[in-house]
């Protein structure tokens, strides 16, 4: 750098200097330029925080983006996922599931349960796919194209304001001439930068598109998780009344019980109140020997000296009667 470039440098610096601890105060520059240092600032962390929505581990993040980098040096194309939560809570599930054996009821539940959650592991892949290229990706385009480009012309409109207002506060030191020369550039500088932000601020709309397509993305995302839970969630029910009903049969399985299994019998499922003579009494649980049917709709029963008729939808057949 020349000594008339330090120089300048110098100035910068001490009019920055004077600013910031003395007070001192700057010309001012448009809303348009206020607004685009917004826009590009909320862009970045926008990207930054959907990122940490997708990935919140930010080390395996960082291992990621280490990885990725050292493949492109390399010229290698190595895709490594984010290890999904559900995916290793899944693989851990089915190991543990297959550790118990099929012989356990519960080792059976846990395999279900991990492969569903390794679906919706892989769901979730599919929505960090999605989303990196319908919202993360246009907008690092965009970051990375016009933002980038009007950065570079806000930061030259920064130093040749500094410069200015520099001379203009040395005005009786410094040449007329050199203060007009100084606002001469500021304001070059600042017309084009302005120009580029009005297009895109004039665009801004845009990026509505993005938006939309991220909250589709987490709509489809949301959806396949709640299929793939409700269809385990029915497995699961299918799985606890079966061994509901293994038990309840069990504790019927005494001595008592066995004669009565070994012919024809059903369990009342509800408690029935007889309105006639010929029908019989019972409460809800009770297991009540068939001695044939009526029609559709009655059986004939015995239980303990009583007998009588009983209505078909109150009691679950237990032993059918043999065909006629």
Not at 177 to 195: G, I, P, Y
Not at 226 to 237: A, G, T
Request: overall charge neutral; glycine content about 8%; proline content about 3%.
């Amino acid at each position: 750098m020349s000594v008339s470039g330090m120089k300048k440098q110098f100035h910068k610096a001490s009019q920055l200097l004077n600013e910031r601890l003395m007070g001192a105060e700057g010309t001012k520059l448009d809303e348009d330029f206020l607004k685009m240092e917004k826009v590009n600032v909320r862009v970045c962390l926008l990207m930054s925080r959907t990122t940490e929505l997708l990935q919140p581990n930010p080390a395996y993040r960082a291992k990621l983006s280490m990885i990725s980098t050292v493949s492109r040096i390399r010229g290698q194309v190595r895709t490594v996922g984010y290890p999904q939560t559900e995916g290793m809570l899944g693989k851990c599930m089915l190991f543990y599931g297959q550790e118990l054996g099929p012989a356990s009821e519960f080792g059976g539940a846990l395999m279900d349960v991990g492969g569903a959650l390794q679906k919706v592991g892989q769901t979730k892949d599919a929505l960090d796919v999605g989303i990196k290229r319908t919202f993360i990706d246009p907008l690092q385009g965009l970051q990375q194209s016009d933002m980038k480009q009007i950065k570079h012309q806000l930061k030259k409109v920064n130093s040749q304001r500094l410069d200015f207002d520099y001379k203009k506060r040395r005005r009786g030191k410094v040449s007329t001439e050199s203060v007009r020369l100084a606002w001469d550039k500021f304001m070059t500088s600042k017309e084009l930068a302005e120009r580029s932000m009005f297009v895109l601020l004039d665009s801004d709309v845009d990026l509505i598109g993005p938006l939309a397509a991220l909250i589709a993305a987490l709509l489809d995302f949301h959806r396949n998780a709640q299929r793939v839970l409700l269809d385990l969630q029915s497995d699961l029910q299918a799985r606890f009344n079966w061994r509901l009903n293994c038990i309840f049969l069990s504790d019927f399985l005494s001595a008592d019980c066995k004669l009565l299994l070994n012919q024809p019998c059903c369990r009342a499922i509800y408690s029935f109140t007889s309105k006639r003579d010929d029908e019989l009494d019972f409460s809800e649980g009770e297991v009540i020997v068939l001695t044939g049917q009526v029609d559709g709709d009655w059986y004939e029963g015995t239980l303990g000296e009583r007998s009588g008729l009983l209505p078909v939808s109150y009691v679950e057949v237990l032993v059918p009667l043999p065909l006629p």
